[in-house]
């Protein structure tokens, strides 16, 4: 009791890599505290390894636009800066910098909300695989994003406007177990007020969820209230996820495993 043999978890890692990090998930409720603790410290630096070693942020959609001067930053934009060139070059001065403008490509700002079904039984490698999410939405996003567990209610493991540590993130998602029925539509106008707390151009919500609500609401009409929309449904139960995103016009990714998860949230917010 109160062991955890972390090269046993270094060689599943290589033997079963969804296996093991479902057990991690398990172990990080246990009921011996010391055991609980190690297993949730191993686990939240694990799972934000995992996370980190994907791409770190999505592309977006890239625009040309006028840009305060920076060096090698882009070709000067000349009707921008001329009346500062012409009042330099006649006053005999040198060029002021700050008034420059130049013409250079940039992607928007993007803020994101991880929405993650807790409802029914969670634990293993659905729980594994939620907070492994998590740790790759703060990789991401790490001063603009929000992360809500749903079941009957809805609860912010952290807030878009809130200041939490990426490892207490995990750490507190880590500590959630199943609950209660499914209330998608309470969970997606969540998501959208949270969203609407970011000034970011783009707001993106990623539901983790197989999409079968057991609580009367309108998830579509929630849906229309977000922004963008991704759905990630597990593999072996996705058919009613992949009917709802076509119903909302959502783009969706299905996974296996735990160990999917990064690679398919990085496929989803840029394809």
């Known amino acids: ?7 046993a978890v270094e060689e599943g890692l290589v033997d ?16 011996d505290q010391r055991l609980r603790d190690l297993a949730r410290q191993l686990a939240a630096r694990l799972f934000l390894d995992l996370a ?8 977006g959609i890239g625009r040309i636009g006028e840009q305060p001067y920076r060096p090698d930053g882009g070709d000067l934009d000349l009707d921008a800066s001329l009346e500062a060139v012409a009042e330099a070059v006649a006053s005999g001065a040198a060029i002021d910098a700050e008034r ?28 594994a695989t939620a907070a492994i999410a998590a740790a790759a939405v703060a990789a991401r996003r790490p001063r ?18 809130g200041d939490k540590s990426s490892e207490v993130v995990v750490t507190d998602l880590l500590s ?48 229309a209230g977000v922004p963008e929309l991704v759905i990630v449904a597990p593999e072996q139960d ?16 299905t996974v296996a495993g735990p160990s999917q998860i990064a690679e398919a949230l990085a496929a989803v917010l840029e394809g």
């Not at 199943?178 to 970011?200: M, S």
Request: with cysteine.
């Open 176 to 223: 959630l177990r199943g609950h209660g029925t499914t209330d998608l539509a309470g969970a997606l106008r969540a998501a959208g007020q949270q969203l609407n707390r970011d000034t970011a151009s783009r707001k993106i919500a990623i539901l983790l969820s197989d999409c079968r609500p057991t609580v009367e609401g309108d998830a579509l009409a929630a849906a």
């Open 238 to 253: 996705c058919a009613e996820a992949i009917t709802f995103a076509q119903q909302c016009h959502a783009r969706v990714a």
């Open 144 to 161: 603009s994003y929000s992360v809500l567990a749903f079941g009957k209610e809805v609860v912010a493991v952290k807030s878009q406007d």
């Open 52 to 59: 980190r070693r994907g791409p770190s942020t999505p592309r």
């Open 1 to 7: 009791m109160g062991e955890l043999d972390q090269a």
């Open 16 to 31: 079963d890599p969804d296996e093991t990090l479902g057990l991690l998930a398990d172990l990080a409720g246990a009921t």
């Open 100 to 127: 420059l403008r130049i013409r250079s490509w940039s992607t928007p700002d993007t803020a994101l909300c991880l929405v993650v079904d807790r409802s029914g039984s969670m634990g293993g490698k659905p729980l």
